[in-house]
C-alpha cells in the first residue's frame, strides 16, 4: 500500500466537525500524515495521536474517525507503535460523548487489514497485532485468524499474547484449552497467560493451578499484556482475580498461594509476594489476619514494614521485630521501623521515639498526622517535643508535628505552654493547641494563654483560637472584617468564623452579603465561600430567604458541570440541612439530587433536616444512600444518611443489604490515603453494623 492509498480522503475529511482531548480535530491530517511519511516527524506525531486521541486512556469522536488511517499506516509500515495506539484505543470504556463501544467498533471494521501483520517476521509486531485483535471483542473474524495463528506460531511470547487475545474473544473455547498448558513442559509465558485466561473464565482453582503459580515465581520476567492501561503483575492480578471471585475457596486460594510466597526463600520473590499482599489487604478484610503472620517475620525489610503500617494495630504481632529495629543506630532503616511502629504499636513506639525524635522524622511524621488516630501521651515524649520545639530552624511541616502532638494531649501538655507561646509568632498554628492545653488548666493558666493570643492576633486562625479559649469577641471580630475584604478562600474562612459568633456578628451583614460571588461562571473558591455566606446569613440574624437565595445560585450555577463541581454541589446540600425547615423551597432540587449517586447521601441528610417528618419518604432516602454506598460513590456520606434514618425506616431487604455491606468480606472503601483506606473501611464498618447489630 502506497502512501496515497494510506492517506486516501484524509484532507477531505471534515476533521472540524469531530473533537479530541483538546478540542476540534483540525491538527489531525498533518498528525497523521507525517506518521504515514515516517521521518523525522514520526515520532513526535505518534506522541501528539497518543494525547489527543487515547487521552490519559479516553477516547473521543475524533479517535472513530482517525481508525481506519492508523490502520492502513499500520498495515503498510508494520509499526508497532501504530499498533499499540489502535489496540490501546479498542481497549477503551473510557469515552466522552460517542456511542458506548464506537471506538471498538472501528477497530474490528479493520480487522481484515490487520490480520495480514499475524505473519509479520518482527515479533513485536505479531505480538502486537494479536493483542490488538483481542481487543476488539470481535467474535467473528478474529477468533478464526488468531487461532489459525496459533497453529504457525513459534514464539513463546507471543503464543502467550494470542491466548490472552483468545481468551478475550473466545473465553469458554480457550478455557478448555488452557487446561493442557499448566505443565512444566510448557514455557513460562505461556502457563502464565493459561493461569490468566482460566481465572478470567471462572475455571475452579485446583493444585494444578496453585503449582504452576508458584513454580512461575518470580513471574515479573514474564509479564503478559503489558501493553494494557490496567496492567497488573502477575501474582498481584492472579490474586486480585480468586479474591474477586468472592468465594470461601477462592480466598483461601489466593491466601495459601501469598503465604507459600512470603515464606519462599528469595528476595525477589517475596517482594512480589508483598506487593501482592498489600493489594489483597486492600480488597479483603479477612487478609491481613490471614497475612500478618507470614509477613510479621519480615518486617525489618522495606516493603513489609510499609504494609504493616497501613494495616495498623491488625499487624500487632510484628511490634517486637520492629521495635529490635527501631531500637538500632542506622538512622533511615531504624525510623522506617519506628514510623511503622507508631501505627501498629503506638504505646511501645512512644519512648523509643521520645529517645531519638531529632532523628526519627518519618515516626514524627506518623505520630502527628492529622488523620490518625491520637498518639498516647508519654512523660518523656513530651519533655522531647518541648525540647525540639524550641531548636531554632525548624521546619514548618515538623513543627506542624510537634504542635499537634500537644494540641491531641491538651491539659496533659501545659508544660509546653512556654514552648507554644514561643512558636505562635512564626507558626499561628500553634494557637489551637494553646487553647487545647490552656483551656484544661486552672483560671491563672487560662487568663495568660488568652492574653498571649489576644497581642498575636494579626490571623484569623490566632483570633478564633483567641474566642474559643476566652469566649471574648472583639478580637474575632476584627479579624473576620479584615478577611472579609481579602480573596474568596479567606472569606470563607471569616464567614465561618462569623457563623460561629452568631448574632454577636450582625455587624458584619453588609460585608457578607457584599461578598457573594456574582460572576456566571464562579470558581471553586468562590462557590466555597457564597456557601459559607449563606450559612453565616442564616446563623447570625435567620435570614432564611436569602441564605436559600444564595444556595439556590450556587446550585443554579454549577448544574452544567456536574462532574466539575460535584464536592461543591454536596458541601451546598450540607448547608442546606442546617437551614432545617426553612430550606423547604428547595425540596424539589434536594430530591432530583436523589438520583445522583455521588449527591445522594447529603441529599438525603437535608430532605431528612428539611421536609415535614409526616411526609418525608424515609424509604426512598434510604435506598438512595444504600445504592450511593453499593457503587462506591460516597461510601462516608451514605453511611452517615444510613445511621441518621436509623434501621427503623429500612425495609427488610435493606437491613439484609446493609449487613452485607458491614460484614462481607470485600472492603467498601476502594480508594483514597493509602495509610487510611484500611482504617476507614472499619470505621465505617462498625457504623453499618451498629445500625443492624
Request: hydrophobic letters at 50%; one cysteine or more; glycine letters at 6%.
Amino acid at each position: 500500500m502506497d502512501l496515497a492509498d494510506t492517506l486516501a480522503g484524509l484532507d477531505a475529511h471534515p476533521w472540524a466537525s469531530v473533537s479530541h482531548a483538546y478540542g476540534p480535530a483540525e491538527d489531525l491530517p498533518d498528525l497523521l500524515r507525517a506518521l504515514a511519511e515516517g521521518g523525522g516527524d514520526a515520532e513526535e506525531a505518534i506522541s501528539e495521536l497518543y494525547s489527543c486521541l487515547l487521552h490519559q486512556g479516553t477516547v473521543y469522536s475524533a479517535s472513530v474517525d482517525a481508525v481506519p488511517y492508523l490502520a492502513r499506516i499500520a498495515a503498510a509500515a508494520g509499526t508497532a507503535e501504530v499498533l499499540c495506539l489502535l489496540g490501546g484505543l479498542a481497549e477503551s470504556d473510557d469515552e466522552w460523548e460517542i456511542a458506548p463501544g464506537a471506538v471498538r467498533a472501528a477497530v474490528a471494521t479493520q480487522i481484515p487489514l490487520l490480520i495480514t501483520l499475524l505473519a509479520h517476521e518482527d515479533v513485536n509486531v505479531r505480538l502486537l497485532t494479536a493483542w490488538t485483535l483481542g481487543h476488539t471483542r470481535n467474535t467473528g473474524a478474529a477468533p478464526v485468524a488468531l487461532r489459525s495463528r496459533w497453529t504457525a506460531e513459534a514464539d513463546p511470547g507471543v503464543r502467550a499474547e494470542l491466548l490472552i487475545a483468545l481468551g478475550r474473544v473466545d473465553l469458554s473455547g480457550t478455557a478448555v484449552e488452557t487446561r493442557a498448558l499448566l505443565g512444566a513442559d510448557t514455557p513460562a509465558p505461556l502457563r502464565l497467560a493459561a493461569l490468566l485466561v482460566a481465572l478470567a473464565a471462572g475455571e475452579p482453582w485446583t493444585g494444578a493451578h496453585h503449582d504452576a503459580a508458584l513454580d512461575l515465581l518470580p513471574a515479573r520476567e514474564f509479564t503478559v499484556d503489558r501493553y494494557s492501561m490496567h496492567h497488573r503483575e502477575p501474582l498481584h492480578a492472579i490474586v486480585d482475580s480468586l479474591l474477586r471471585r468472592e468465594t470461601e475457596a477462592d480466598r483461601e486460594a489466593a491466601f495459601a498461594l501469598l503465604e507459600a510466597a512470603l515464606r519462599d526463600d528469595r528476595p525477589e520473590v517475596r517482594t512480589e509476594a508483598l506487593s501482592a499482599s498489600d493489594h489483597a489487604c486492600y480488597l479483603s478484610r479477612s487478609a491481613p489476619q490471614r497475612l500478618v503472620p507470614a509477613i510479621a517475620p519480615l518486617a525489618a525489610e522495606y516493603p513489609a514494614s510499609t504494609l504493616l503500617g497501613k494495616l495498623g494495630p491488625a499487624a500487632a504481632e510484628a511490634a517486637p521485630v520492629l521495635a529490635e529495629v527501631a531500637a538500632q543506630p542506622n538512622d533511615e532503616a531504624a525510623d522506617q521501623a519506628l514510623a511503622v511502629l507508631v501505627r501498629v504499636a503506638p504505646r511501645q513506639a512512644a519512648p523509643l521515639l521520645a529517645r531519638d525524635l531529632d532523628r526519627r522524622p518519618r515516626a514524627l511524621d506518623a505520630a502527628g498526622d492529622f488523620q490518625a488516630p491520637a498518639f498516647p501521651f508519654d512523660p518523656a515524649l513530651l519533655a522531647a517535643v518541648r525540647a525540639r520545639l524550641a531548636t531554632d530552624g525548624l521546619g514548618n511541616n515538623e513543627t506542624a508535628d510537634l504542635v499537634h502532638l500537644l494540641r491531641q494531649w491538651g491539659g496533659q501538655a501545659a508544660a509546653a505552654l512556654p514552648e507554644l507561646y514561643a512558636a505562635l509568632p512564626r507558626f499561628p498554628y500553634a494557637a489551637t493547641a494553646i487553647t487545647a492545653v490552656a483551656a484544661a488548666g486552672p483560671q491563672a493558666k487560662r487568663e495568660q494563654a488568652g492574653a498571649v493570643l489576644r497581642a498575636a492576633a494579626g490571623s484569623l486562625m490566632v483570633a478564633r483560637a483567641h474566642h474559643d479559649l476566652t469566649g471574648e469577641s472583639d478580637v474575632l471580630l476584627d479579624a473576620v472584617a479584615k478577611a472579609l475584604a481579602a480573596g474568596p478562600r479567606e472569606v470563607a474562612e471569616a464567614a465561618q468564623a462569623a457563623a460561629a459568633l452568631g448574632a454577636t456578628a450582625a455587624g458584619l451583614l453588609p460585608a457578607l452579603r457584599a461578598a457573594v460571588s456574582k460572576d456566571a461562571e464562579p470558581t471553586t473558591p468562590q462557590l466555597d465561600r457564597d456557601i459559607a455566606i449563606a450559612t453565616a446569613l442564616w446563623q447570625i440574624d435567620g435570614a432564611a430567604q436569602e441564605a436559600v437565595t444564595v444556595l439556590a445560585s450556587v446550585l443554579d450555577r454549577t448544574t452544567g458541570n456536574q462532574l466539575w463541581y460535584r464536592w461543591t454541589v454536596v458541601r451546598a446540600i450540607r448547608a442546606t440541612a442546617l437551614l432545617g425547615a426553612a430550606a423547604r423551597l428547595l425540596i424539589p432540587r434536594l430530591e432530583q439530587l436523589l438520583a445522583d449517586p455521588e449527591k445522594a447521601p447529603a441529599a438525603a441528610l437535608a430532605l431528612l433536616a428539611v421536609t415535614d417528618p409526616d411526609v418525608v419518604d424515609l424509604g426512598r432516602l434510604a435506598e438512595a444512600s444504600l445504592h450511593s454506598a453499593e457503587t462506591g460513590a460516597d461510601i462516608s456520606g451514605a453511611c452517615e444518611a444510613l445511621q441518621a434514618l436509623g434501621a427503623t425506616a429500612l425495609s427488610t431487604q435493606q437491613r439484609l443489604r446493609v449487613a452485607e455491606l458491614a460484614e462481607g468480606d470485600r472492603r467498601i472503601i476502594a480508594s483514597g490515603v493509602a495509610n487510611s483506606i484500611i482504617r476507614e473501611d472499619e470505621r465505617l464498618r462498625a457504623i453499618l453494623t451498629a445500625i443492624c447489630p
